[in-house]
């Protein structure tokens, strides 16, 4: 075993063993907030992943877009809307639980099979480039222009819609009692006649 | 012992099914959010192994990604105004609090 296969495989062991249990703790952990630093730690191992793969421009856009924006947008609405609170009990939860147990961990089971039995057409030798930006750079920039450009005006769309969607539109104001109804006054329709 | 697509993929495979645990039961609205965007990971992960492994010349996964990594973002943003928009307005982040299209 060369060295560098080694060194490979220690650290895909030690990414695995750190991305499963923190996804674990995303999902289990009673505190949102702690699940929510945890996803920061599962975004940074898939990053670290990304990078074994030899996926250099994809792993830094990763630590960039999901630990640098996503995942601090997450602890921001943690703190707007944490409140804490007994959630009431459901009818049936236990059952619930576990049929979301069977549920998931026989699709566990069904992926790894089909994985295990698929002869996959590997490519005889992986040809890393000495790095793939300049590829992807070209694709952008040729075959796929138009979702690169849709991309952007997605992105803009997404942003007006958050701020219009999370923006309060009326304060009410506190020092008279309103019993008007606080709302945006709509403009009457005019009904068709039939 | 080399490091093989099946690794991947059987990590993939993982963190989708944690991501659709998280999902289906829990109740902090959050929480699902947060359980998508480990799911959305999963498949990012995907497309990286079969890209190196199977596309190491031309590698179009590594492009599928980079958009799949921009609509989650999008998706973020939008899903926790709406998130916080329902906070707003039912003064909960319940799962089993939102029965508005209940009938």
């Not at chain 1, 994809?58 to 630990?67: C, E, G, N, R, S």
């Not at chain 2, 010349?57 to 916080?84: D, R, W």
């Amino acid at each position: 075993m060369k060295l560098s296969q080694g060194v490979e495989l220690v650290s895909l062991l030690v990414l695995t063993a750190m991305v499963v249990a923190a996804a674990m703790g995303v999902v289990l952990s009673p505190s949102i907030v702690y699940a929510a630093f945890l996803l920061g730690l599962v975004f940074l191992g898939i990053a670290g992943m990304y990078l074994l793969l030899n996926a250099d421009f994809v792993a830094a856009a990763q630590v960039l877009i999901y630990v640098g924006a996503v995942n601090v947008l997450i602890l921001f609405a943690i703190m707007l809307v944490n409140r804490r609170k007994v959630y009431r009990e459901v009818k049936l939860g236990a059952v619930r639980q576990l049929v979301a147990i069977a549920v998931c961990v026989s699709l566990f089971a069904l992926l790894l099979y089909t994985n295990l039995n698929t002869v996959w057409l590997l490519t005889p030798e992986v040809t890393a480039l000495p790095s793939g930006i300049v590829t992807l750079g070209q694709h952008f920039f040729n075959e796929y222009l138009l979702p690169f450009e849709l991309a952007s005006v997605l992105l803009l769309v997404a942003l007006i819609g958050a701020i219009i969607l999370a923006r309060r539109e009326f304060v009410p104001d506190r020092g008279e009692e309103n019993l008007e109804l606080v709302e945006r006054p709509k403009e009457l329709v005019a009904v068709k006649e039939e | 012992m080399q490091v093989s697509l099946d690794a991947f993929l059987v990590i993939g495979a993982a963190l989708f099914c944690i991501g659709i645990y998280g999902l289906v039961t829990s109740r902090n609205a959050v929480r699902v959010l947060m359980s998508i965007e480990l799911m959305l990971n999963a498949v990012n992960l995907n497309f990286l192994a079969f890209s190196n492994y199977l596309d190491s010349a031309t590698i179009k996964g590594q492009v599928f990604s980079v958009f799949v990594i921009t609509v989650a973002a999008a998706e973020a943003a939008v899903g926790l105004a709406i998130v916080l928009s329902i906070y707003r307005s039912r003064d909960t982040v319940d799962m089993e609090e939102f029965n508005l299209l209940r009938w």
